[in-house]
């Protein structure tokens, strides 16, 4: 199926998600002003909903807290140790180390750590790296006497001016720059709830547009509720959803990085039209039929199924459909299938989910997939995600695989959270680990990462060579000091 066609299905999937959603906030305030039954039986049937997946979470926040690790992390230093070993399973199986030691101090805008690379048991100081917000230091103390500083914010200018420029036969954007420690402005929090607001927004029309009423034919003996959105409302709302986000703090930002990577401005302001260009067409759908969802309910009162009565028309003359069952016994949310349709002339696209999840005092298991199909099976993906969480230990057996036209991932790790002070240190570690790729495994990985606050200071380094003011001559004598220093090590 054409490329516009799938991204058509993902604006579809938008529209049913998000007006479901804006449905229940505007039907639950509806009712509780107005007292009408079908509005009660809905907002009745979300806050269930809401109540199910609070009981989804997770005690890791809880034991650890993050958010009191992350205040640390503000004012004073945070030490992490990380050791990786990485076991390559390509012909010769080949095992492969690496530590890093790190110390952060956000408030002084310092950062150093040490890096250890190994093989078989045999372990080395491979290099020490330091930085500021505009610096970044490195030193190799195996190959090279001296330490060399790189200066971050007139990189792309310093490095084309360089002799490094000539000899690597190769320029970076002019204007190219980046900095450690940037300061938090709030811009990033202010686009986020910005964003928020924006995918918020159809509540309020809906509030005022959407008209409920009791189905009168019962669905596998279930009575329901019928929603229906003027065309006109969702439209409208399409529009504005894609002139807000366009304007939006949030998408500006977006530009601004992509931007930011380009070779020159010429090139900043076609990557900008593109991006603007995508996203005028995956917001170009829009309906010639109005928007209708009926909701049907349990004995309990539960939301049991969502689906479209009659597929929905788009102005293409596209046909949308949407069927969401929630099958749980002790809670609905346990087990979901379904999803949304889209009929383009002969061909059907289909996004649907799969949840199975259970939840207990000790464990937590969950496990999600995603499939997005079209009739000829061409281009199927699909991606899942599955975890057993012991909320006792701590301990979780995960699995990431994705199924796409050119291959398949696979990737399973199982560990646990240990040695934890909450509020200030905990250890992550994994046991085993592996990422296959086509059904054969590439390699598999052990770590463990220890997290702590430290009354130590990373040390910035005070002797030190500018590796971009270095002379030709100068660069030759460091590459034959490199090579000295492997030439020793073979010899020992």
């Known amino acids: 199926m054409e490329k516009k066609k799938r991204t058509g299905l993902i604006v579809a999937v938008v529209i049913a998600v998000v007006l479901v959603i804006a449905a229940g906030t505007a039907v639950f305030f509806m009712g509780r002003a107005f007292g009408s039954k079908p509005e009660l039986r809905i907002a009745a049937g979300m806050k269930k909903m809401t109540e199910e997946m609070g009981q989804y979470g997770s005690s890791l926040s809880e034991q650890i807290d993050f958010a009191a690790i992350n205040e640390h992390r503000k004012t004073e230093t945070i030490h992490t140790d990380t050791d990786i070993s990485i076991t390559i399973t390509d012909g010769e199986t080949t095992n492969v180390e690496f530590s890093v030691d790190a110390l952060t101090n956000a408030s002084q805008k310092k950062a150093s750590c040490d890096i250890g690379i190994g093989m078989y048991g045999f372990h080395i100081p491979f290099a020490d790296v330091a930085a500021t917000q505009d610096m970044l230091y490195i030193s190799l103390p195996e190959l090279l006497k001296d330490t060399y500083r790189v200066e971050l914010t007139t990189l792309g200018e310093k490095f084309n001016n360089s002799e490094w420029a000539m000899l690597l036969d190769t320029q970076l954007p002019e204007n190219y720059s980046t900095s450690f420690f940037k300061e938090d402005d709030g811009t990033n929090k202010s686009a986020a709830e910005e964003l928020a607001a924006i995918f918020n927004k159809p509540g309020e029309a809906l509030k005022e547009n959407a008209v409920l009423e009791n189905i009168r034919d019962k669905k596998e003996d279930r009575s329901g509720v019928r929603m229906t959105v003027a065309k006109e409302v969702v439209n409208q709302y399409m529009e504005e959803f894609k002139d807000d986000l366009l304007a939006s703090e949030f998408y500006q930002l977006y530009i601004e990085k992509l931007m930011s990577k380009a070779g020159d401005l010429e090139e900043g302001m076609r990557l900008k039209a593109m991006s603007d260009a995508l996203l005028e067409d995956a917001m170009s759908m829009r309906l010639e039929t109005d928007y209708v969802l009926d909701f049907y309910f349990d004995k309990q009162g539960r939301i049991v199924n969502i689906s479209s009565p009659a597929d929905m028309k788009t102005i293409d003359g596209d046909l949308l459909a949407v ?35 259970n939840v207990s005092e000790t464990q937590y298991n969950e496990a999600v997939k995603l499939v997005l199909q079209s009739d000829d099976h061409d281009d199927d993906m699909v991606y899942s995600y599955k975890n057993d969480f012991n909320k006792e230990d701590l301990s979780f057996d995960m699995e990431l695989y994705a199924d796409l036209s050119d291959g398949k991932m696979r990737f399973t790790a199982d560990g646990a959270f240990t040695d934890i002070v909450k509020g200030e240190s905990y250890t992550l570690r994994v046991n085993n680990s592996s990422l296959e790729m086509d059904d054969e495994e590439l390699c598999y990985l052990s770590m463990a990462l220890e997290l702590e606050p430290t009354d130590e200071n990373p040390e910035i380094p005070k002797d030190y060579v500018d590796l971009l003011d270095m002379s030709a001559q100068e660069i030759q004598g460091m590459v034959y000091e490199a090579l000295g220093s492997i030439r020793k090590f073979n010899y020992e």
């Open 323 to 357: 069927d969401i069952q929630f099958k749980g016994e002790e809670r609905v949310l346990d087990v979901i299938e379904g999803g949304v349709y889209l009929k383009s002339g002969d061909e059907i696209e289909y996004l649907g989910i799969e949840r199975n999840a």
